[in-house]
């Protein structure tokens, strides 16, 4: 039986027990060179085991290190462990962000890493060209390999969060987010979607990716959502595959070959499973959902031999990620056998019970390896020192600690290359927003959008008639590409920040001017704003939806989408007879009722990036009238019937979402959807603007 097939559907599977086989059997089928089957527990059975070493024995799949010579440099690391002092060791433990960190504190300190947060740049100029980029890695790195006065040369990483594209630097090519992508069922495009975004950070001398993000989302009011490829895990393991893959070459092919860059599987564990859909919330869920439905990804990025683990914000069962000895040594170490370094987020251990931002010996002795301390490093290394001397570390968990630390940098050929700027692709311009990364960007663009309404078989557009495009997403690069694009939330940013990109009104004016027909815009929504003086429009494309936002700033209380402004333009344009296609944008499936029924044809076109124009691909015919490309995305996430659903993926037996996961239109199918109820608990005669 296929089961990754049966649960293509899974709001037709209201059995529990059923439901619950089905997902063993994903860990079992998916994982069977990891021994899943043979030491997976009986899931019909009905107790559930205890946080323990004593369950994780015959619970957790065992593994062992894909590599071919998975202690191929502990020699090497030996030699250097024993030259080096309490403070270097330490100091190859933090991590320090790039506005508050020079190349004399990298040198005087024995940082081994470094990383640039959202909207980080050098000197704080958000334009700063690729030689400003190559110039301070290499301040950087020739800091850490500086041999003066004894020290221990050891290459550091510079780590930045490139999670749809190398989306902190301007130019680059930006992918749809990874609900899109999850939208396409296709971990090939997946794979070179992540080799591309490695070439162009290797462009500015980057060698870490915080991404991919693993997370099955099974509340879409957490505000990263659009970071989950699905609600359920089936797609988890093929594509934490392929994306690890596609970030440091596969094993024994390009494995940290030129323009590779490491991996980070983020955030174990369960992010996307917190109560409410808080981020940095609860997960209060059963230690076998812990594993059959929010661990799938990172089975399929160790398997692709993933270096480094991203300890999440939340908490499992009341205790946080960042001190659980549990699930960071005795499963993800031990019992799964990841030999790379678990880093933490954002001064994510200070959240530790008894910890502070500068100080927390708690997160290193559960096995956080690597401390990300944006800003109060200095006072952490001291104090971390400080502990290890007083035996509150044991000096067998630092050199664990730094031991992984360096087996990773070996691995990725650190010890072996140059200065940033001299290595390969460094310095090419020609690959940042390269052609073919936005060709590619492009096809993504068309195989995630999902039609789920198309009346009358409105849709595909001539595009030799007069088109309306308007809303306020039509012409805005910004929206369109969503958070953590140039800025942390997204925000803040005009079309000129995106040299090279397309906005869906460009993409859609390009091929119309082209086909001889006629293209309107309007960015607003008032009537003084739409000029139909001259002719009334054959048809409208209204590009609405949600602004950008991250992670804590994107969490809602409810999942409707309450624009009065867009729902008011929608309604004026079909009562003067004008055909209405509605693109909306948005990082989560949301009640939009009544502007489903204000709209001809319905396209969920998530957050597609830079390259508007594969949006035109979809909805307009060539020139000769023929379907230039289908529709072909299907829904990763179902779609709510309400503005207050249960938690996706529900195994609650009345749980009816409006769409089912899986679901997506093509031009083949005739469906018409009929008028939807527009009753909410909220009042839609004075809803909130978006």
Known sequence: ??????????????????????????????????????????????????????????????????????????????????????????????????QSVTPDDVRNYHLGSILNGGGSYPDGVKDAPVEAWLAIADQFYLASVDQSEGRVAIPLLWGTDAVHGHNNVMGATLFPHNIGLGATRNPELVRAIAKATAREMSVIGQDWNFAPTLAVARNARWGRTYEAYAEEPELLYTYGKAVT?????????????????LATAKHWIADGGTDGGI?????????????????????????????????????????????????LTDVLKQKLGFDGFIIGDWSGHQIVEGCQPDSCAQAVNAGLDLFMAPEQWRELHANTVAQVKRGEIPMARIDDAVRRILRVKFRAGL???????????????????????????????????????????????????????????????????????????????????????????QGLAQQINAAG??????????????DLSEAIPDVAIVVFGEDPYAEIEGDVT???????????LLRRLQARGIPVVSVFLSGRPMWVNPYLNASDAFVAAWLPGTEGAGIADVLLRNT??????????????????????????SDDEEYAPLFPYGFGLSYADGQELEKLSEESVIDLKNPNEN
């Open 517 to 530: 027909g006629r293209v309107q815009l309007s960015e607003g929504s008032d009537d003084s704003e739409l």
């Open 415 to 505: 010890f072996d290359t140059v200065r940033p700027s001299e290595r390969p692709y460094a310095g090419h311009t020609e690959w940042l927003g390269a052609e073919e990364h936005r060709k590619l960007a492009r096809r993504a663009v068309r195989e995630s959008l999902v039609l789920l309404k198309n009346n009358n078989g409105l849709l595909p557009l001539d595009p030799t008639s007069h088109i309306l495009v308007a809303g306020d997403g039509a012409h805005h690069i910004g929206k369109q590409s969503g958070g953590w694009s140039l800025t942390w939330q997204g925000t803040d940013t005009t079309n000129d920040d995106f040299p090279g990109a397309t906005s869906i009104y």
């Open 558 to 568: 409810h999942l409707g989408y309450l624009s009065r402004a867009d729902l008011e």
């Open 279 to 327: 981020d940095r919330g609860d997960a209060k869920i059963s230690e076998r959902e812990l594993r059959d439905i929010h661990a799938q990804g990172y089975f399929g990025a160790l398997d692709a031999g993933v270096q480094s683990v991203m300890a999440s914000f939340s908490s499992w069962q009341g205790e946080k990620l960042h001190g659980h000895q549990y699930l």
């Open 245 to 261: 893959e596609g970030l440091q070459g596969a094993i024994g092919d390009d494995w940290f070959g030129p323009g590779r860059v």
């Open 624 to 649: 000769q009238g023929d379907i230039q490309y289908d529709f072909t995305g299907k829904l990763s996430f179902s779609w709510p019937a309400s503005v207050n659903p249960p938690p996706l993926g």
């Open 1 to 98: 039986m296929d089961f990754r097939r049966t649960l293509e559907a899974p709001d037709q599977i209201n059995n529990r027990l059923f439901r619950r086989i089905l997902l063993s059997s994903v860990v079992c089928g998916a994982l069977l060179s990891l021994q899943a089957c043979s030491n997976a527990d009986d899931v019909t059975a009905g107790s559930e085991p205890t946080p323990s070493i004593t369950s994780v024995t015959n619970f957790w799949p065992h593994r062992s290190s894909p590599l071919a010579q998975p202690d191929a440099y502990e020699t090497n690391i030996d030699a250097l462990l024993a030259q080096m002092s309490v403070e270097e060791k330490v100091g190859q433990m933090i991590q320090a962000e790039l």
